[in-house]
T-cell receptor
């Protein structure tokens, strides 16, 4: 298995521009997570999907952030407009999840996208 | 509130020495516990996990961790550290919060290995 795939690996953009980060989860996994990692705040969960449906987006910092999962093999995280404080490493992770009373198995992380907003 | 504490920000050990990284959690129910490792510029890789059963769990790369309910701890150990173990280590607990299930991560411990 190729693992979780993220693109691009690095993104440098100017303030005000739209940024789209992409993620392909591991085949067969039905949960997908977007995290942000910064020195100041550590790892933060932004949003997660179960069976392509957003379950919890309470970690999304502002309306400038949006995430979609149109099918089981693809998700995007969009920032519009971007700001310098959005500079961080964004990770996507996937796992299996067996219903609301089931177990959440370990999450498998992608290599991350390092976003720099100037 | 659910939380994970890794009290050591940095730890330095000599190659070949033993290692113990501390992790304490706060969670009302039986926790699902994880240790992840992150090498520079890389994503997080799962080292080991505890769901139930034997409280001493073995992981990859020679790591092990022991779940101690009475101490709310899940410390990571390795008997002999290799230079390639230098990385950042994250403890995490799987917890139900606000009707959704999340992994709550500690702030991480950066391991430095002296030759």
């Amino acid at each position: 298995d190729a693992g979780v795939i993220q693109s691009p690996r690095h993104e440098v953009t100017e303030m005000g521009q739209e940024v789209t980060l992409r993620c392909k989860p591991i085949s067969g996994h039905n949960s997908l997570f977007w995290y942000r990692q910064t020195m100041m705040r550590g790892l933060e969960l932004l949003i997660y999907f179960n069976n392509n449906v957003p379950i919890d987006d309470s970690g999304m910092p502002e309306d400038r952030f949006s995430a979609k999962m149109p099918n089981a093999s693809f998700s995007t995280l969009k920032i519009q407009p971007s700001e310098p404080r959005d500079s961080a490493v964004y990770f996507c992770a996937s796992s299996t999840f067996v219903g609301t009373s089931g177990n959440l198995y370990e999450q498998y992380f992608g290599p991350g996208t390092r976003l720099t907003v100037t | 509130a659910q939380s994970v504490t890794q009290p050591d920000i940095h730890i330095t050990v000599s190659e070949g020495a033993s290692l113990e990284l501390r992790c304490n959690y706060s969670y009302g129910a039986t926790p699902y516990l994880f240790w992840y490792v992150q090498s520079p510029g890389q994503g997080l890789q799962l080292l080991l996990k505890y769901f139930s059963g034997d409280t001493l769990v073995q992981g990859i790369k020679g790591f092990e961790a022991e779940f101690k309910r009475s101490q709310s701890s899940f410390n990571l150990r390795k008997p002999s550290v290799h230079w390639s173990d230098a990385a950042e280590y994250f403890c995490a607990v799987g917890a139900w919060m606000d009707s959704s299930y999340k992994l709550i991560f500690g702030s991480g411990t950066r391991l430095l290995v002296r030759p």
